[in-house]
């Protein structure tokens, strides 16, 4: 089959899965509504500094929860099954694709009911949603392939978190730097805009990385 | 008993070091005054132990092209010697650092949160965040060629993600590190000629005497893995 013809119907696969099992997803919803409603019981009163930190935090540990179970449900048998039927880079661009979608609607989830919790101290709060959305994208990118690498280990769950942190790290404070754009801080001309760029290339060479090494994850 | 010229330069390079960053003239700051001779053992760690984590990412390449395990071993030794460099860098820099940084008037455990904020002491710790979960991998895979795989895939991935950063936070947060506008110490005119003549022998010298700890290390490993290895060729 051609690769296209692979990739699409890997994808359409992954969205029938999730839209019949939806308990996970239900799942993941709940996450999210628990996590923000301790997060405003115990903060009370956010300045927007905190909220801002606090709003990619929840973010990262979302990211972590949905792109976690992409390749934990892979029961070795199925991956048997895909492993005489499509190619590597097929595979794991689906996943990344799926992923992608799939925290994009996380993202818009969280949005709502953190702004609903905690209030909304942004100035232009479109901006922050595009912000927000371009972050869910590079963190669904990196941690689809940690759980890919992750899915190979024991105890996957929390191995992901601490493979996954340390490589964050740097997105994560482009991330909340350039959300600051939100709330009214002055930038020199141009710097929101090679921020961006530089986010897009560093999710570019993720996409490179995982294309290159997912051919030797997947052979068992 | 196996030695190389290069040990030998390392122990001469070493010695030149000890006693000429001791004794040789240095410029005299106000700030740093004689405590700028730790420059001759603070950067070579760092220096030693990125080179070292480059040498890890070639083998862990090379395994994968070849799936030979002594490419995984040797891979796995310079990793865990370059976490140990970069520990020892830590601890120079830190003693360093409560000279220079610290406040007289607060203990090193008060001014610990402001100093950590230095974005080369981020960078640094990414990098040793990175081994470590790279160790916590390999020892949570129990099948040795998947071990390898695996591991070898993460070093390649975190590495390459690691290099971007370093470039990147420096240029977001403000810094008193020297080397302010990106990497330290790369640059020439950073250090002074009198200080370049001990500088660049000591980088050698420490990064031989790091590449010599790990072929020990790797040359144990070998014997103790022999039946497996043996089988496999």
Request: one cysteine or more.
């Amino acid at each position: 089959m051609h690769p296209y013809k692979q990739f699409s119907a890997l994808l359409k696969k992954e969205i029938l899965l999730e839209l019949r099992q939806k308990h996970a997803l239900y799942g993941m919803m709940l996450y999210i509504a628990s996590t923000i409603f301790v997060l405003y019981l115990t903060l009370g009163d956010a300045e927007a500094e905190t909220w801002n930190a606090l709003f990619w935090i929840t973010q990262l540990f979302i990211c972590i929860n949905a792109v976690a179970k992409s390749f934990l449900q892979e029961a070795k048998g199925r991956m048997l099954y895909h492993f005489s039927i499509t190619t590597p880079s097929a595979f794991i661009l689906s996943k990344i694709v799926y992923n992608v979608l799939l925290m994009g609607i996380m993202n818009v989830i969280n949005l709502i009911l953190y702004t609903a919790f905690l209030g909304d101290p942004t100035t232009s709060f479109l901006a922050f949603v595009g912000i927000s959305l371009l972050g869910s994208i590079g963190l669904s990118l990196v941690f689809t392939m940690l759980a890919a690498i992750a899915s190979k280990a024991m105890q996957q769950a929390s191995l992901m978190a601490i493979l996954g942190f340390p490589i964050i790290i740097p997105q994560l404070m482009l991330l909340v730097r350039l959300s600051k754009t939100a709330f009214s801080e002055i930038f020199r001309d141009g710097a929101p805009l090679q921020v961006i760029f530089l986010l897009l290339a560093l999710d570019l060479s993720v996409i490179l990385l995982a294309v290159i090494l997912y051919p030797f994850l997947w052979k068992d | 008993m196996r030695i190389a010229w290069w040990k030998i330069a390392s122990i001469i390079l070493l010695c030149y070091a000890v006693v000429g960053g001791l004794l040789l003239p240095v410029p005299a700051l106000s700030q740093l005054g004689e405590t700028i001779r730790n420059l001759y053992f603070h950067v070579c760690m760092w220096f030693a132990m990125m080179i070292l984590f480059t040498i890890s990412i070639i083998h862990s390449i090379k395994y994968l092209n070849r799936s030979d395990l002594r490419h995984d071993i040797k891979a796995k030794s310079y990793a865990a010697v370059g976490t140990y460099m970069g520990l020892l860098g830590y601890s120079t820099g830190a003693i360093w650092a409560s000279f220079t940084w610290a406040d007289p008037n607060n203990p090193a455990y008060a001014s610990f949160g402001s100093i950590m904020r230095e974005p080369k002491l981020i960078g640094a710790a990414m990098a040793l965040l990175i081994y470590g979960a790279y160790f916590i991998l390999r020892n949570s895979i129990k099948d040795m060629d998947q071990r390898a795989r695996v591991s070898a895939v993460y070093n390649v991935f975190a590495y390459t993600m690691l290099f971007p950063s370093i470039w990147i936070i420096p240029r977001l947060l403000p810094s008193l590190h020297p080397g302010q506008e990106g990497n330290p110490a790369l640059n020439f005119n950073d250090i002074d000629a009198r200080m370049r003549m001990v500088f660049y022998p000591a980088v050698l010298g420490w990064t031989l005497l790091g590449a010599w700890i790990t072929t020990l290390k790797i040359r144990i490993e070998l014997i103790q893995e022999k039946k497996i290895l043996s089988n496999e060729k």
